[in-house]
């Protein structure tokens, strides 16, 4: 059975290991099976992006720093078969920033970045994640970080079964 992790990152600022909170939605047999989300201190106190999602450093001060929250996070991202994310460039480069920052080997897998996907079996456009769940009836609270990966999950989901196949794999 395919498992693979969709995931969505929001950042403090423009440094790539600047984390504050990071999504998770957990896809297994074609079902959403798992839902969390974690706070994450970034190195710098610098939030720029407040705006964006809400969050300052008084709401991450508490929370562990990407580091701290690898031993939890790990076994989401060993488990997965592949990695999901819109606009997977960026969180992708979101992940090897903070794993970089943090001296941890990174877990290499495969991506599948949901506006290309959204781009060629629905041919949304734009494809901004409101835009596409708008478009596909998936409900979302934009820069929530939970809320964005389960989205993302849900428009994964939906291509599979429109009969859009993963890249190498097979099917």
């Known amino acids: 059975m395919t498992t693979y992790l ?10 790539r290991d600047s984390a504050c909170a990071l999504g998770i939605a957990v896809v297994a047999g074609g079902d959403i099976v798992e839902e969390t989300s974690f706070l994450v201190r970034p190195p710098s106190r610098e939030f720029l992006f407040t705006c964006i999602h809400g969050l300052e450093w008084r709401h991450v001060q508490d929370a562990p720093t990407f580091g701290e929250l690898w031993p939890r996070l790990n076994p989401y991202l060993e488990e997965a ?15 090897a920033g903070c794993c970089e920052t ?9 991506s599948v970045c949901t506006v290309r996907v959204a781009r060629e ?12 769940c708008r478009h596909l ?35």
């Open 102 to 110: 943090y001296r941890l080997a990174p877990v290499r897998r495969p």
């Open 121 to 132: 079996v629905w041919g949304i456009y734009p494809t901004k994640l409101p835009d596409v």
């Open 81 to 95: 078969d592949f990695f999901v994310a819109h606009n997977a460039p960026f969180d992708m480069g979101v992940l």
């Open 6 to 15: 969709a995931l969505d990152f929001e950042t403090a600022n423009h440094a």
């Open 137 to 171: 009836g998936i409900g979302l609270k934009h820069h929530d970080a939970a809320s964005d990966a389960s989205a993302c999950a849900g428009i994964l989901v939906r291509a599979l079964g429109a009969g859009w196949r993963v890249p190498g794999s097979g099917g």
